[in-house]
C-alpha cells in the first residue's frame, strides 16, 4: 500500500488513516487538477516522469550514504506515532524557498525518521545546527550513524516533549514536521514548546497538517496555510506555524 505524499509503500495492507486528508479525490475545481494528475501519472509519459524521479531521489538519498525507500509503520502507535515516512524531496523547495533557512537558524527534525529531510538541508548547502529527534531507537540509530561525519548534525533518539530543552536546544528557531503524530500528541508538543519558547519566534514548517487547526484562534501563534503549488493537490499543503516573540 502506498503511503500518501510519499510514493513510498507500507509493509501492512490496512488503510493509512493517519492521512485523512489523502483518502478521497478533492471536489470543486480542484477535482478537474486531480483528474488530470491521475491520467497523466497512468500514461507513457507519467510512467516515465515517475522512473526520472524515483532515479533522482535515489541519487540523493545514495549521495547520503543510503536509500531510505521504507516506510514502515510504528511500533509507537499508543505514543501517536504511526508511520515512518520519508518526505518527497520534490516537497521540500516548496517548503523551504532560497532565502526562508537563514545561516543563524538552528534546524530541528521532529521526527526525523530515516533522515531524508536532513539530506536535502545538507545537499542545499547548509552549514545550520541541526538536530534530528526520532522515537524510534532503532530508526535514530540508523540514521545516526548514517550521518556521522556530518559535525553540524546530531541526531537524538526519544520523545521530542521530553528532549525539550536539553538536546533540541533553546536556540531552536526552525521545526519540521511531516506529520509525525496524532492529535493528543500535538497537543502535548504545542503546550510542551509554548513553554519552553515562549517569547522566542520559533517557526514550525508543518508538512501534511493535519492537525494544524489546533494553532488557529491562538494569539501566540501566527498560522499561514501554503500550497506546494506543485499539480498534485492532494499533497499541495504545508503549514507555517509562528510562535509570536514576545507572546505571553
Ligand atoms: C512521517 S515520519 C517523517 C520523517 C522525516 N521527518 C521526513 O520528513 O522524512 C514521522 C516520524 O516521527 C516519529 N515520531 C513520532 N512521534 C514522535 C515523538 N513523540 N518524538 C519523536 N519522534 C516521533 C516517527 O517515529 C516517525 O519516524
Redo the contacts with the bound molecule.
Keep these: 500500500m502506498r503511503v500518501p505524499g510519499t510514493g513510498e509503500h507500507t509493509a501492512t495492507a490496512e488503510a493509512p488513516d493517519l492521512w485523512p486528508c489523502f483518502s478521497n479525490p478533492p471536489m470543486g475545481g480542484r477535482r478537474f487538477l486531480y483528474d488530470v494528475s491521475v491520467r497523466t501519472q497512468k500514461s507513457t509519459s507519467g510512467r516515465l516522469a515517475r522512473a526520472v524521479k524515483k532515479a533522482r531521489t535515489a541519487c540523493l538519498d545514495l549521495r547520503y550514504g543510503g536509500l ?1 525507500n521504507k516506510s514502515p509503520e ?1 511500533r ?1 502507535r499508543h ?9 518527497d524531496y520534490d516537497a521540500l523547495p516548496y517548503i523551504f524557498p532560497d532565502g526562508s533557512i537563514k545561516p543563524s537558524d538552528v534546524l530541528v ?9 536532513i539530506n536535502w538541508w545538507l545537499s542545499r548547502g547548509l552549514r545550520n545546527q541541526i538536530v ?5 531507537p532503532d ?1 535514530a540509530a540508523k540514521t545516526r550513524c548514517r550521518l556521522r561525519r556530518y559535525a553540524n548534525v546530531a541526531v537524538v533518539t ?4 521530553e ?1 525539550m530543552p536539553g538536546p533540541i536546544p533553546r536556540d531552536a528557531t526552525v521545526f ?6 496524532e492529535r493528543p ?1 500535538m497537543q502535548r ?1 504545542k503546550a510542551r514548546v509554548e513553554e519552553v519558547y515562549r517569547g522566542r519566534r520559533l517557526r514550525l514548517y508543518y ?1 501534511v497538517p493535519a492537525h494544524a487547526d489546533l494553532f488557529d484562534d491562538d494569539p501566540q501563534w501566527e498560522v499561514q496555510r501554503r500550497s506546494l503549488g506543485s499539480p498534485w493537490p492532494h499533497r499541495q499543503e504545508f503549514a507555517l506555524l509562528t510562535l509570536q516573540a514576545g507572546a505571553a
Design positions: 531510505l510504528s509507537y505514543l501517536g506515532a504511526r508511520y515512518s515516512a520519508n518526505t527534525d521532529v521526527g526525523c525518521g530515516f533522515g531524508r529531510v534530528g529527534v526520532e522515537l524510534d530508526i526519544g520523545d521530542v516533549v528532549l519540521y514536521l511531516f506529520h509525525p503524530f500528541a508538543f508538512y
